[in-house]
């Protein structure tokens, strides 16, 4: 089994509907992030919880929220899907350290139309 | 303002040698990454670079030189399976990622 899992695995969905992306990790690490990734483009960092009461915003957060339930849980909702939303959007963690190799999730596809 | 760049393709022979060059411009520096991608996976760690030189790894080797704000990943006796997405991502100041738009290299036989 993954160390890190994401569910779904690829959804399609309507421009206005409620999306929630899920992601849990076995590894026990306290550092959880939200990217997406676009063709063309860099990953680009949504959200990120150090720990269960922290949540900081990345750098492109508008549109989006989380949810840090557990250590071992991260969520990520689009309240309202807009088609610029489509994109390929990763969980990943990391040890403690800011330094550490960041473990990714399979991904979560998604198209908005 | 930051970046990362990256070539966007890259063309490679199996068996021979490649380097796929990455410069960056960031508010500070603390550390570079090297990540593969395979096509629809997840990226996997390769390199840590946070001194300058060459950090050697297998088949893989990734160079830094900081003054110069550029960084290689070196892959030798190149394989079919090494045809995969290259991210480059540097850390900036605040510890936050940086990440490059990534090099697919493609491997012919």
């Known amino acids: 089994d993954a160390d890190v899992t994401q569910t779904p695995r690829n959804r399609i969905t309507k421009t206005g509907k409620r999306i929630m992306l899920e992601c849990s990790q076995t590894?026990?690490?306290?550092?959880m992030y939200w990217y997406r990734q676009d063709p063309g483009l860099g990953l680009r960092l949504i959200y990120y919880?150090?720990?269960?009461?922290?949540?900081n915003k990345g750098e492109i957060s508008d549109g989006y929220s989380v949810s840090r339930q557990a250590q071992a849980k991260f969520s990520l909702s689009l309240e309202s899907a807009i088609p610029n939303q489509t994109a390929l959007y990763f969980c990943a963690t990391t040890a403690g350290t800011d330094t550490g190799e960041l473990f990714f999730g399979e991904g979560s596809r998604l198209t908005v139309l | 303002g930051q970046n990362i760049d990256q070539p966007t393709e890259m063309t490679a022979t199996e068996g021979a040698i490649v380097q796929i060059n990455c410069t960056y411009q960031?508010?500070?520096?603390?550390?570079l990454f090297w990540y593969q991608q395979h096509a629809g996976e997840a990226p996997t760690f390769l390199s840590y670079?946070?001194l300058d030189g060459l950090e050697e790894k297998g088949r893989f080797s990734s160079f830094l030189s900081r003054s110069k704000g550029y960084s290689y990943l070196l892959l030798k006796e190149l394989q079919m399976k090494d045809s995969a997405s290259y991210l480059c991502?540097?850390?900036?100041?605040?510890?936050?990622?940086?990440w490059g738009a990534g090099t697919k290299l493609i491997i012919k036989p």
């Open positions: 991502a540097c850390m900036d100041s605040n510890y936050q990622l940086i």
């Open positions: 590894k026990g690490h306290d550092r």
């Open positions: 960031t508010s500070g520096f603390n550390g």
């Open positions: 919880s150090f720990d269960v009461k922290d949540i």
């Open positions: 670079n946070v």
